[in-house]
């Protein structure tokens, strides 16, 4: 498992679109949005909360296609699916490979992103904590929806159609979390939320994945 994972984690780098492009798409967002919206502090702190959750979600969306798409091209995948660890397995180092790359650079760089946005300085840490909790669901998803386009020729639109609508919960949730503590309110509710569902997906998502592999192999 450890092999696979760093397996991974180096075609994500030698490949590109994950982490250098994710990273800069983020940023992008944050830059732009004030351009669109205008500069007055009010309305940014106001909106920032959203605009930086879904900046982060539309960064890790980018490179979801490549999770099993480069492993089907060369064969790797029919290889990983008759061998003796478990497909489900595979489907979860995938997925943490995903987030390493993806997830985790946009939790650690989303604090400085947010001063471009001009969120109150209160909603950092809720920023950090709903970000760190919420992308590992949006990578273990994205790799569900990935396994069930395995082998569709520019799948990647049909990615997107198929995920957006489930990473809707999470992105709610997270952001909720980022307002509520910007502004000081009570967020447990939010924040309660958010951890069950990365780990209902975690938990559950990586079967359905692996089922979805070995349907689309046959």
Known sequence: MTALLIRDLR????????????????????????????????????????????????????????????????????????????????????????WLVTGLPLTLVAPG?????????????????????????????GAFGAALVVGVKRGGLLLSLLVLPLYVPTLIFGAEVVKRGAAGLEVGAPLALLAAITMGAVALLPFAAAAAVRVNLR
């Open 11 to 98: 075609l994500a780098m030698r490949a590109g679109g994950g982490f250098g492009l994710g990273l800069a798409f983020f940023l992008l967002v944050a830059v732009l949005v004030p351009l669109g919206v205008g500069p007055e502090a009010a309305t940014l702190g106001r909106i920032a909360p959203g605009i930086l959750w879904v900046g982060a979600l539309l960064a890790c969306l980018l490179s979801l296609d490549r999770i099993f798409a480069l492993d089907y091209e060369d064969g790797s995948l029919e290889l990983l699916a008759a061998a003796p660890i478990p497909l489900e397995g595979v489907v979860a180092v995938k997925a943490l490979a995903h």
């Open 113 to 141: 992103l947010a001063l471009l946005l001009n969120l109150p300085a209160q909603g950092y840490g809720w920023l950090v904590l709903s970000l760190a909790l919420g992308t590992p669901a949006l990578s273990v998803i």
